[in-house]
């Protein structure tokens, strides 16, 4: 499945004139959060800065028959946001004092985010990180990664090369995630000569293509216990980092989909995300993270991306997390600075209600750390990659497709540049989703 889902080209309607509270091009390492007695409030609550966004919140409350934001509430939460907050970056990073697995999980590529891995990359080297996990490559390229990573030149080509079979499979091609990879590679340029390597782990494997027939519909459940011949991914992908990493004392930083990141919740299945190439065990999802979990126990954590939960479709697929308070505070006159993370474990955060996501319950219960990096309003789809399929490997493309109007022998190039591009605009309108 897709890091994106299909999206409709509706306006969202977090979207009112069009102002931006923060410049794209932030760099979040040189962010500093104000001192706590200039964020938030102890006294009152003022929301005429963003009326359209507070009444888009109450309208969804009310479709799922909540009562209004409670305004002293939400300037606890304020409060609380703004007094423990900290930088995103030395947050995650801060959090391998006490974990040696930090999942970083999302399902909606962003070009902030991309840009927020980038910039993480990095910082965890002073926390002892050698090791960034990523879903999105095959272990039957990682031959291409490390010679990626440790060559002289970064090789954009190599790059493509390392990710285009799991791209197709997931449209998913994009400037800002291959830029992560350049990012591991520039530290591996200036780390001292006794330093160790900076690698980049693949954690998922080839589907075996040549088990289904040219027609199989590879968008059905069924053709799948054909294709996934070494097991399920999030095994896999597990079995890979207790053997990359925890067997050998290093600490990883791994970037996953939301569903693979969990580690202490087993997500109820979800027709959209959990549809295909899902592991579930007893009525609930296992993910990457759980199997981790099960392993090592609190010395893996997961830090989500603030982005949509699922939902059990009675009002929809997708819905806000913590019932929309997370985003009421943001779009608050008095709001946290931002971007901005902040622990999900204890306190009043920790009991925000998720009872309108699948798995109702509280938002500890998802994460250890939660982080804020923009609102809905102002997120970007991340950039396609240019020339990604070509005459040159487009019967490669079609070969490793999962779209059945992709593995046609009629598919051009265009149609493939098409669908990643269809895929970026249905991340950017994610929110939309939610009504």
């Not at 979040?28 to 009326?51: C, M, W």
């Not at 390597?197 to 027939?213: C, M, N, S």
């Not at 969990?262 to 296992?286: C, Q």
Request: aromatic content about 8%.
């Amino acid at each position: 499945m897709s890091l994106s889902w299909p999206a409709t080209p509706v306006l969202s309607p977090y979207v009112g004139d069009g102002s931006t509270g923060g410049d794209m091009e932030v760099e979040f390492d040189g962010a500093e959060v104000e001192e706590p007695s200039l964020l938030g409030t102890l006294k009152q609550v003022n929301v005429s800065e963003d009326d359209q966004m507070f009444e888009t919140i109450e309208h969804f409350r009310q479709r799922r028959r909540l009562p209004s934001i409670d305004r002293d509430h939400l300037a606890s939460v304020i409060d609380e946001i703004s007094l423990t907050g900290s930088e995103p970056i030395k947050y995650v990073a801060g959090l391998f004092a006490r974990h040696e697995i930090v999942f970083v999980g999302h399902n909606f590529p962003s070009r902030k985010i991309g840009m927020f891995m980038q910039e993480l990359v990095p910082a965890v080297t002073g926390a002892g990180v050698h090791v960034l996990g990523i879903e999105w490559a095959c272990v039957d390229d990682q031959s291409l990664l490390d010679e990626l990573v440790t060559a002289e030149q970064f090789d954009e080509g190599i790059a493509r090369s390392a990710l285009f079979r799991w791209g197709l499979r997931h449209h998913f091609a994009y400037i800002e995630y291959l830029d992560i990879l350049r990012s591991v590679w520039a530290v591996n340029r200036t780390r001292s000569p006794d330093s160790p390597i900076f690698r980049v782990v693949a954690l998922d494997y080839d589907i075996d293509i040549d088990a289904v027939t040219e027609n199989a519909d590879l968008l059905s459940p069924y053709a799948w216990e054909h294709l996934r011949a070494r097991g399920t991914a999030s095994r896999h992908m597990a079995d890979v980092l207790l053997r990359e990493c925890t067997n050998k004392g290093r600490k990883a930083l791994v970037l996953t989909r939301t569903g693979n990141a969990l580690t202490r919740l087993r997500r109820r299945p979800h027709p959209i995300v959990d549809r295909i190439d899902s592991e579930i065990v007893d009525g609930r999802v296992v993910g990457c993270g759980n199997h981790v979990y099960s392993a090592i126990a609190d010395r893996a954590a997961t830090v989500l991306i603030h982005q949509p939960l699922t939902a059990d479709g009675e009002h929809g697929l997708f819905t806000l997390p913590a019932d929309g308070y997370l985003d009421a505070a943001f779009a608050h006159s008095n709001k946290p600075h931002f971007p901005v993370a902040f622990d999900a474990t204890s306190g009043l955060i920790g009991r925000l209600s998720c009872s309108t996501s699948a798995d109702s319950g509280d938002i500890s219960q998802l994460s250890h750390g939660w982080v804020f990096l923009e609102p809905s309003r102002e997120v970007r789809g991340p950039t396609p990659l240019q020339g990604w399929v070509t005459d040159a490997n487009l019967a490669e493309a079609r070969r490793w497709s999962l779209d059945p109007q992709l593995r046609s022998s009629q598919a051009t190039a265009e149609d493939f540049a098409n669908a990643i591009n269809h895929a970026a605009a249905a991340a950017e309108l994610s929110w939309t989703q939610i009504v």
